[in-house]
């Protein structure tokens, strides 16, 4: 008797699999990095967006050099996603 194992949806590439573990979501550890990769950076961008919206808005502290960082990192991160070219794949 082999375990438990149960079906699952890889949460990355949608492809059926047995799952190793209970905690399998993925049906590699490459789709499991391809998809934490993209969480990341999804995150990063988020939150550089609303760093740059609050400086935007802010109390009038931002200077010129801190707007001009701010939109140089989320054009970094918004081209590394692009390479890698899953990026575009929301849904
Ligand atoms: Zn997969």
Redesign the pocket.
């Given at each position: 008797m082999i375990g438990r194992r149960q079906m699952a949806k890889?949460r990355?590439?949608g492809?059926e699999f047995y799952q190793k573990t209970t905690r399998g979501e993925?049906?590699?550890d490459s789709?499991r990095g391809a998809y934490w990769r993209r969480q990341y950076r999804q995150q990063a961008v988020e939150e550089a967006e609303e760093r740059l919206q609050a400086r935007r808005n802010g109390n009038g502290h931002a200077t010129p050099e801190q707007r001009k960082e701010a939109s140089e990192a989320l054009a970094k991160i918004v081209q590394r996603g692009q390479v890698s070219g899953q990026f575009r794949r929301r849904i």
């Open positions: 890889c990355e590439c492809k993925f049906c590699g789709c």
